[in-house]
C-alpha cells in the first residue's frame, strides 16, 4: 500500500510564502513523476506543476517564476516552494504521484494525496 500525505499548508499574507510538502510511503521500488494540482471551490484540480524522476520541471504559466518544485528521491519527498502567493492562489493543494512497484513487473501505481489547504489574505 503506497500512500501520499501531503503538509505545509496554511494562512499567509499577500505576498508571503509557504513550502508543502508530499511525502511518498509505503512498499515500492522507485518514485516517477509528481505533480501538484490545485482545486479551488466548485471547481475541478487543475495540474499547475511537474517534476519528472530525473528531476525536469515544468509549470503552468500562472505560477511560472513564483513557485518551484523539487523532489528528494532518498526522502521519497517533493516539494513545492510557493513565493509571492496571491489570494488567487487561495485553493486545496493536492499532489498526484505515480511510483513503480517492482522491478520485475514494473507495475505502476497514482495516487493522490489528501490535500492541504492554502489561504492568501489580501
Known amino acids: 500500500q503506497v500512500q501520499l500525505v501531503e503538509s505545509g499548508g496554511g494562512l499567509v499574507q499577500s505576498g508571503g510564502s509557504l513550502r508543502l510538502s508530499c511525502a511518498a510511503s509505503?512498499?515500492?521500488?522507485?518514485?516517477?513523476?509528481t505533480g501538484w494540482y490545485r482545486q479551488y471551490p466548485g471547481g475541478e484540480r487543475e495540474l499547475f506543476a511537474t517534476i519528472t524522476s530525473g528531476g525536469s520541471t515544468n509549470y503552468a504559466d500562472d505560477v511560472k517564476g513564483r513557485f518551484a518544485i523539487s523532489r528528494d528521491n532518498a526522502k521519497n519527498k517533493v516539494y513545492l516552494q510557493m513565493n509571492t502567493l496571491k489570494p488567487e492562489d487561495t485553493a486545496v493543494y493536492y499532489c498526484?504521484?505515480?511510483?513503480?512497484?517492482?522491478?520485475?513487473?514494473?507495475?505502476?501505481?497514482?495516487?493522490w494525496g489528501q490535500g492541504t489547504q492554502v489561504t492568501v489574505s489580501s
Open positions: 509505503g512498499t515500492f521500488f522507485r518514485p516517477n513523476a
Open positions: 498526484k504521484a505515480e511510483v513503480t512497484l517492482d522491478s520485475i513487473w514494473r507495475k505502476r501505481y497514482n495516487g
